[in-house]
C-alpha cells in the first residue's frame, strides 16, 4: 500500500485512505506479533520485524491525526 495519498485515485479521500492505511497497518502488526510463539520456524519473525512494523503503525497514526487536526482547524477559523 503507498504511505502516501494519491489522487489518482479519486474514490478514496485523504481521510479514508489514512484511516484505510492505519487499518493495514495494524493488520500487518498483529500478524507479526501473532507469529511471535509459532512452533514452525520458518513463520517466526524477528524482533527488528516486528519493530519496523510497530513503527510503521505509529508513523500511520501520526499522519492521520495530524491530518484531522489541519481539517478541525479550517471547521473552526
Known amino acids: 500500500m503507498p504511505t502516501s495519498y494519491d489522487p489518482s485515485f479519486p ?4 481521510q479514508k ?3 484505510q492505511e ?4 495494524f493488520d500487518t ?9 509459532s512452533r514452525l520456524p520458518a513463520s517466526r519473525v524477528g524482533p ?6 510497530f513503527g510503521d503503525l505509529q508513523q500511520a497514526f501520526t499522519r492521520l ?8 482547524k479550517g471547521k473552526y477559523t
Open 11 to 14: 474514490s478514496l479521500s485523504p
Open 17 to 19: 485512505f489514512m484511516v
Open 22 to 25: 492505519v487499518q493495514t497497518r
Open 29 to 37: 502488526h498483529a500478524r507479526i506479533r501473532g507469529t511471535r510463539g
Open 48 to 53: 527488528r520485524d516486528e519493530e519496523r512494523a
Open 65 to 72: 491525526r495530524a491530518f484531522s487536526r489541519e481539517q478541525d
